[in-house]
């Protein structure tokens, strides 16, 4: 009566397993593989539940090595991650960074501490650094828009505004549930460029989304008249 049970609920996992995995086939590839992951974990759970080590125990370590995987790193990657998690709970930026060039230098895949670097580098105002990591980031997670995003601020900081535009645009391209925290960024480098009307509608949608917080209310509302402004002006010197 057990092995029947058994058969009957891994019958309904496998079906429910099949169902959802082809409804995660537009997700990016790292997605997908950390879904995967996921997938093989809760298995691995399932038979252990049931007693079935000899299946559970394989399963499990699958989903932790397909984790890993999916996370892009390496074991070189892994050790510079893990000297620079206590500085980036410290925020000690200065010592991000520092791990961070030395990571630059061989074979270190580390998409979260690139990532990590490029946000230190843009707090400290080192921006040709962030420009570097996020370089890497990119390299090393093409899918995934975060590395894009970063990579636009350096570049905008940096008086590269058509550059800037272009990483934001892939960014919100690669992440269209959540695309509206783009906004705000793309929206100053639209005024930059003096589109002042693209501006505008980047300011508006991402004023009225969940993403504008308030400490964003000022920023918004500053570039919303600055818009506002620079297009009365234009209209002037046009008449």
């Not at 272009?166 to 783009?182: G, P, R, T, V």
């Amino acid at each position: 009566m057990l092995s029947l049970s058994i058969l009957i609920v891994l019958a309904i996992a496998l079906f429910s397993i099949t169902y959802f995995c082809k409804g995660i086939e537009s997700l990016p590839s790292f997605r997908k593989a950390n879904l995967k992951g996921c997938i093989a974990f809760v298995l691995a759970i399932f038979f252990f539940v049931f007693n079935l080590p000899t299946i559970g125990t394989p399963l499990f370590l699958l989903s932790m090595w397909m984790t890993f995987i999916s996370s892009g790193m390496n074991f070189r990657g892994l050790k510079c991650l893990a000297r620079a998690l206590p500085s980036a709970k410290s925020k000690n930026h200065a010592q991000v960074i520092s791990i961070c060039d030395e990571a630059l230098n061989g074979d270190t895949r580390a998409p979260a501490l690139f990532a990590m670097g490029a946000e230190s580098a843009i707090f400290m105002n080192q921006f040709e650094k962030s420009l570097a990591f996020s370089n890497r980031l990119v390299l090393l997670t093409s899918s995934e828009p975060r590395g894009y995003f970063l990579r636009g601020i350096a570049q905008y900081q940096m008086g590269n505004f058509e550059q800037s535009l272009h990483d934001i645009n892939q960014a919100i391209s690669l992440e269209s549930k959540q695309s509206d925290a783009f906004k705000l960024e793309r929206a100053r480098t639209k005024f930059a460029l003096q589109d002042y009307s693209g501006a505008l509608e980047d300011l508006n949608t991402f004023a009225s989304s969940t993403f504008c917080k308030k400490e964003f209310k000022g920023i918004v509302d500053t570039l919303h008249s600055d818009c506002l402004l620079a297009m009365k002006d234009k209209e002037n010197f046009r008449n």
